[in-house]
């Protein structure tokens, strides 16, 4: 499985590239590319196609691992589904769980005092 997590800053510099669409052309032999956007949320480019789920704004105590409870929430969703027969349905909800994952991380200062159990990510709704 062909799978990676890029923050904007670092497809543009590693594909050499100006603008996100070229960026994720150049990676698009990859299966799924995640893309962290900070305080605008994530995108998912899968199939030649990009979504987008942004989230709501927060009061951001560490964004340390962010990144990290971001891919952790979405592979993590992504296993329960099959990854060459994503719905949109299903893509929403691969990122929200990301996205959930890497808000409450930026609530604590500490990555590894963010959360203990998925529970306690899904009890902070978006």
């Known amino acids: 499985m062909d799978i990676v997590k890029f923050t904007k800053e670092e497809i543009l510099s590693l594909s050499n590239k100006t603008n996100l ?17 900070g305080k605008n949320g994530s995108m998912m480019y899968y199939k ?7 989230v709501e704004e927060v009061e951001v105590v560490d964004s340390v691992g962010a990144g990290d409870s971001f891919f952790s929430g979405a592979l993590y ?6 990854v ?4 949109e349905d ?28 998925l529970e306690e990510v899904m009890s902070i709704r978006m």
């Open 84 to 87: 060459d027969n994503l719905t």
């Open 21 to 37: 669409e070229d960026a994720l052309s150049y990676f698009s032999f990859l299966k799924i590319i995640f893309i962290t956007l």
């Open 48 to 54: 030649n196609k990009i979504y987008t789920k942004s």
């Open 90 to 117: 299903q893509i929403y909800e691969v990122l929200n769980l990301g996205n959930l994952c890497a808000r409450k991380t930026c609530l604590s200062k500490g990555a590894t005092n963010a959360y203990k159990s």
């Open 77 to 82: 969703k992504l296993n329960s589904f099959d």
